[in-house]
Structure formats: C-alpha cells, structure tokens
C-alpha cells in the first residue's frame, strides 16, 4: 500500500502538429496540444456564476468563461454517473454505449465497483496514448472496480489516483484511494458515508466526526499540479473527474467562512440519507467554491509552466444538480436555472450541463455558442484538436470548428439518451425541438411529449398535438438504437 502521493515521472515527447488553424499554430514550436478535462460531479446548470447564480462564488470558473467558449447548449451522456462517463469516454450515446445506467457489481459493504468497461474499448485516453500522449485520470473514476477490465490502466490511462468505485465517493473524507493498482491511505479515519447523527443536533462538536483531515479532492489537485508540472516539456491528456459537489456535504472549514454568515442554516441530521451536517446550505455552496477554487489552482499551475498557449482546458458536469436529498436543497441555489428537471430525469435540468473551453491564442475569449452539443462529442473534438484521424463509427462529431470560430460547423442531426432506472425513459433533440418519453418499461406505447426549446427552455408546454410531422420524425429517431448486452438496460421502443 502507498502511504504518500508521488506522481509521476513522465517521459517528454515533442511532435509536430500539422493542419488546420490550431494545428499551423502549434506547428511553428513543435508541440502537440496538451488536453484537460475538468468534470464535476452532479454540477447543476445553474450553480456558476457564468451560468446565472446569484449566492454562490465561482471566480475562476467564471474567469475561465469570460477568457474562452461558453456553451448554452451542451449535454451529458446521461442523467447520473456511470452511463454519463461511459459516453464522454467513448464518443457513444446512450443507444449504443457498453454502460448505460449505475449498476453496481458487489454491495455495500465491499465496493467492488460499477458494471465495467469490455476489454481494449477504444477510448479517449486509448486514443491519446497510441499517439504519443502521457495520460492521467484524478478523481472518480466509476467504469469498473478493482481487479476488473474497467480499470483505468486497462483502458488507456498510464496514471490513475482516486476512486474506483461510485459508493466510496460518497465520503471525501475516505480511507483509502487507489493509486494505479495499489490502495493510498490518507489518514482519515474509516466510516461510512450514510449515518443518521448522534447526539445534540445543535452542537456543531457532535458532526466533527463526519470529517477527517485529509480532503479528497484537495489530494485530487495535488497530484494534478504534480502532474503538469513535471510534463511541461510533454504532450499530456488529463481528466479531472472531481466529485463535488456531490452527496454527502462535508467540506473543510476554510472554505465555509464566506457562506456560514450569510445563510439561516438548520443543521441536517441525516434522516434522509447521506451524513449529518451543521450548516447544509453554506456547506453544499462551499463545496462549488472548492470546486472553483481548484479549478483556478490548474489554472494558475498551466500559467507557472507556460502552458497556456498550448493546453485546451474543457470543464464540464456529468449530469444535472441532485435532487433533495442528503440536505441537498436544488430550489435553494436554483441549481438547475430556468430548466425543469434534475438528476435521474431527462428533461433539461438533468441533462444539460456547463460547458466552458478556453485556450488562449486559439479559442477567441468571451465567445458564447447555442450549438447542442454533448460530451460524447469529445473525442472527436480532441482527435481533431490533435490531428488524429476522426474515430469511426462512433455517435460523437467534433466542434473543433465551433471552437475555432469557422462558420457554419458540423450540427447533429438529433442527440439521443436513454435510461432505465426510472422506469425506462427517453430523449431526443433535434434542433429546437425536444421530445421525452417515460414509464415505457410499463406503457411501451406511451406518447411522446413534445417541447420547443427556443421558446420553451423550461419544458413547460407540451405541443405535441401542434406538430404531429415533428413526432413522427422523432419515432424514426428514437428506434435508431441498439439492444445492450445486460437485459436489466432494456426495454421496449415502438
């Protein structure tokens, strides 16, 4: 077992770049782009400064907007974990991905992890890899527990340091995170992130033992500033898969100064899952600050290193804000902006997500596009960025071009998710139009409800009846998908 975080050691790697306007840019120092993707983890639309919120501070995100391409429009791969990381890491919607719900492979008490990736899956960081790159991934990772063929190492990423498994990120303050294949210890004391407290509600001492001393994702950006620096001189592809502001709220107290104030906070005693907390509110908008925070220290660490220039910085969201749960208060923060929905549902608010690009010199600062677009659309727009052959047979197009300003770039003829879990659900955009079925696990002939997003970004008009020329185009749609492997996924569409 690790005891201390090391990084790596990375070999430098120094290749031209030939091509389009990025690429003749990068061509006169002789070095490929360096790539990081920064995603939260239950980050609603609304929660950034950039994105419309009013109580929480977003800083460096909103920094990181104001000096690239902020996207109106951008979707995840999935309405929660696993099947959302699938599709960013595969180019596949949920229609054709390998994962497409949560689904865990063990119980409770052993975290063994989610249903993992099959062998040799073509991947973004598999891609990168073949080409030259050094590749890490930091943070949660979700496609595959210990020992299985979803691990990290298995699927294109010569680093890994966080969570294998979903459940243990539920704590952040854990035992133990993985480095490569071996266990790290942190220091903190071991316990499981559901509990209901015990003792005085209103004494703050009785949920100081729902902390600990070493903060995930805090060791997150320790190892990522490790890594940039010691691969300044290399071409590099490193996803940052932080889990905040995920449940359970614990945050150190350094970053709920600002907030303790300013809210008329009811401590949270876990009767609805996840741990008790002190102060709910201040704490769940301290954890976006500490996401921000650390957004801004990867920042500041490309600026130490002269990367700038050079690296192609994405930060986006796996899916929608939670719902209400584990003092989690979405109606609060408006966490979802105008859009109905949140995690678990296909409507907007749990789909679609911030997205922000920066690269100084090459994506032009304060742009803002409406393209929907998705994070299955990632590894295409890197293999572009990079001067790699597109990936074939994939759901994914790339946006490069958006990026670099070109006019009328590459549009999706429609974007497609589909979910189990609630009772077998399903979306299509195509345009401005939205369609969403639901319970088809029950009513396999359920009709479509029908929204028109220019007008209606909060799904809050069904006109369906207006436009049956529209339906009918969307069922053509909505049968273009392929039967998964694991039965449980799914279910009938006529």
Known sequence: MRTLVTGLALIAISLALTGNAIGQANKKSNKRPNFIIILADDLGYGETGCYGQKVIRTPNIDKLASQGMRFTDFYAGSTVCAPSRCCLMTGMNTGHAQIRDNMEIGNWDDYMGQAPLEPGTYTIARMLKQDGYKTACIGKWGLGGPGSTGVPNEQGFDFFFGYLCQRPAHNHYPAYLWYNNEKFLTGNPDFPPQQKLTGNPRDPANYKKYQGTSYADELFTDEALHFIKSNKDSAFFLLMTYTLPHLALQVPDRYLQEYRELMNDSPYTGQMGYLPVFYPHATYAAMISALDYATGKILQALAESHLDSNTCVIFTSDNGATFSLGGADPQFFNSN??????????????????????????????????????????????????????????????????????????????????????????????????????????????????????????????????????????????????????????????
């Open 337 to 494: 902006g105008p859009l109905r929905g949140g995690k678990g549902s296909l409507y907007e608010g749990g789909i679609r997500v911030p997205c922000i690009a920066r690269w100084p010199g090459k994506i032009m600062a304060g742009q803002v596009c409406s393209i929907p677009y998705a994070s299955w659309d990632l590894m295409p727009t890197l293999a572009q960025l990079a001067q790699l052959g597109l990936p074939k047979d994939i759901d994914g197009i790339s946006f490069a071009p958006a990026l670099q300003g070109v006019k009328n770039p590459p549009l999706h003829e429609f974007l497609y998710w589909e979910y189990t879990s609630t009772g077998g659900n399903q979306a299509i955009r195509a345009g401005k139009w939205k369609v969403v079925r639901k319970d088809l696990i029950k009513e396999p002939m359920r009709r479509f409800e029908l929204y028109d997003l220019s007008e209606d970004p909060g799904e809050k008009i069904n006109v369906a009846e207006q436009h049956p020329e529209i339906i009918q185009k969307m069922k053509v749609y909505s049968r273009k998908h392929t039967p998964s492997s694991k039965p449980e996924w799914n279910f009938l569409h006529n």
